[in-house]
């Protein structure tokens, strides 16, 4: 089925009704509701540093606990948003886009991983920031993060669709299809 032809599944009148008559958030403000959620999200991301600090650790414990609790709440923001379409269109991109992706702190797996790497520019920043991790702490850190964000996000998604019942009703249209 192309993505132009219209589903064959018949869907509520409410989510139809609800559809249909969703508003259309303006640029402007949406921009403006994206901003503000990242600056939250950027404290947020502040606070819990401010609150566990990594200087002095091996192992960045802090930003591992922020990526993995970040990308699991935006699994459960996008199994929400999957199982709900007559949701507003600004609440992906402003917690989405705005809040948790500066919550988040991806770049910094870069930076703590980077001290570890021998040369000039990041002597400086080994110095401030990290302890520099051994080749074993910075593999470790490497695949914790890209393992376990995915799967945070995975267990997200599906922990919203079970408790919204989606699964179950896709099994079911599954079935009834021929």
């Known amino acids: 089925m192309s993505p132009s032809e219209p589903s064959a599944a018949p869907q509520p009148a409410a989510t139809r009704r609800s559809l ?13 509701l994206v901003a503000f959620a990242g600056a939250c999200g950027a404290l947020l991301r502040l606070l819990v540093g401010e609150l566990i600090p990594e200087q002095g650790m091996k192992f960045p414990w802090t930003t591992l606990a922020i990526n993995l609790s ?11 948003a999957h199982v709900r379409p007559w949701m507003p269109d600004w609440v992906v991109p402003t917690f989405g886009t705005g809040l948790i992706a500066s919550y988040t702190t991806f ?11 021998p040369g000039d520019a990041y002597d400086g920043l080994a110095a401030v920031t990290y302890v520099s991790p051994g080749a074993m702490e910075m593999l470790t850190y490497l695949f914790l993060s890209v393992l376990g964000c995915t799967g945070a996000a995975a267990a997200g998604m599906t922990i919203s669709r079970a408790l919204l019942g ?7 249209d599954l079935r009834r299809r021929p």
């Open 20 to 32: 249909r008559n969703k508003r259309q958030t303006s640029l402007v403000k949406l921009i403006a």
């Open 166 to 172: 989606q699964l179950g009703a896709e099994s079911a």
């Open 107 to 117: 770049s910094a797996v870069i930076l703590a991983v980077m001290p570890s790497v």
């Open 70 to 80: 970040g990308s699991g709440l935006l699994g459960l923001l996008t199994g929400v």
